[in-house]
């Protein structure tokens, strides 16, 4: 939503308020005008026409550049901010000029105007000011709140970049070390699986050092899988892991920040994995409902290990992996964990809402 309102500084007019909204305003703007201007206006007939004729002219001078400029949009995002705020303020000023020519000469005809040529050009001129002044403040406006959304941005992608490393610097050293082991033994010994290996380790840390961003869901399961494989080299193949995932059209529309679920799944993994030689099972269940994504990720504890289930809930600590996610999906994004005797369990949940609402 961020990115879409930084595509360019003015949003699309016509979206701001309904028709119906922007000619209410446009009524009770033309009502506040005649009002003041009421001095030149001797009975309620003349009051009358004037607050028609202002009405008429304002919604031709108003409403149909407002549709032009959001047609033009991808015409004015190519220009520079100058040359679009240029363009924008000269379409409105002859828009209004036109319609106060049109507006006057039809009222001259009718007779409900006295034709003064002096009166006439001044009040187009003046109405062209007018009409270039509010534009004018309206482009500044939309200006200041652009630049405010970029220092946004800005600021959004440095807490995500500062959360990456540090995610990074908590995780990467055990795992790297580990993985170099692990390979170093199979180099000798399997030299194939060693080659393998070496694809899986190169694919997960190229997407580590790529830096924080949003991906496809069906990417991320590819990271894991790729993480996993190296796991399970380490571990000697005593790692079995069951995917539920949702059917692949639904798969297709849904996005995950990038390796917040391998995080997660090393994090558990790594504080059984170290405790036990037996087999460990992992069960990964993957769900998109009411706009919600649920990952439930249930680690089996070995039965044949002690594990103090104390020493477990503080070693899984999380926050940073759901402080990334509440950055890019909002507060309700959540990481919670549960350790009992039997299995550790973890659930992921952010809102996610289909592309096609």
């Not at 990456?164 to 010994?189: C, M, Q, V, W």
């Not at 070693?315 to 999906?329: I, N, S, V």
């Amino acid at each position: 939503m961020l990115a879409e309102r930084l595509e360019f500084f003015i949003p699309k007019l016509m979206e701001v308020m309904k028709l119906w909204q922007w000619l209410l305003y446009i009524v009770f703007w033309s009502l506040f005008v005649t009002v003041i201007d009421r001095h030149d206006l001797v009975t309620w007939s003349e009051f009358l026409i004037g607050f028609i004729s202002r009405v008429v002219q304002n919604i031709l001078s108003i409403i149909p550049p407002l549709y032009l400029i959001d047609y033009l949009r991808p015409i004015l995002k190519r220009m520079s901010i100058p040359k679009a705020s240029m363009s924008i303020l000269l379409l409105m000023i002859i828009s209004s000029v036109l319609m106060m020519i049109l507006v006057m000469l039809v009222m001259i005809n009718v007779g409900w105007l006295e034709y003064n040529y002096h009166a006439f050009v001044l009040n187009v001129l003046f109405d062209g000011v007018i009409s270039g002044g509010f534009t004018l403040v309206f482009l500044i406006y939309f200006l200041h709140r652009h630049r405010e959304l970029a220092a946004l941005k800005q600021s959004f992608e440095n807490k995500l970049t500062a959360q990456n490393y540090l995610i990074k610097a908590r995780i990467a050293p055990h795992f790297l070390f580990n993985t170099i082991n692990t390979l170093t033994s199979l180099i000798e010994s399997n030299p194939p699986r060693a080659a393998d290996l070496l694809q899986h380790v190169s694919a997960l840390f190229r997407a580590s050092f790529n830096g924080p961003r949003e991906i496809s869901f069906e990417e991320e399961v590819a990271l894991c899988e790729h993480y996993l494989a190296i796991e399970s080299s380490r571990l000697t193949d005593k790692l079995v892991v069951s995917w539920d995932l949702p059917d692949d059209d639904i798969m297709y529309d849904m996005v995950i920040t990038a390796l917040t679920l391998q995080s997660v799944l090393e994090k558990m993994l790594l504080n059984v994995a170290e405790m036990t030689t037996e087999t460990i099972y992992i069960d990964i269940v993957v769900t998109w409902q009411k706009h919600v994504v649920a990952i439930t990720i249930t680690v089996q504890l070995p039965s044949k290990t002690l594990m103090i289930t104390h020493d477990l809930r503080r070693q899984l600590d999380l926050h940073g992996q759901a402080e990334r996610l509440k950055t890019y999906f909002g507060e309700s994004s959540e990481i919670e964990s549960t350790v009992t005797s039997e299995r550790i369990r973890t659930v992921i949940k952010y809102p996610l809402y289909d592309v096609g609402f």
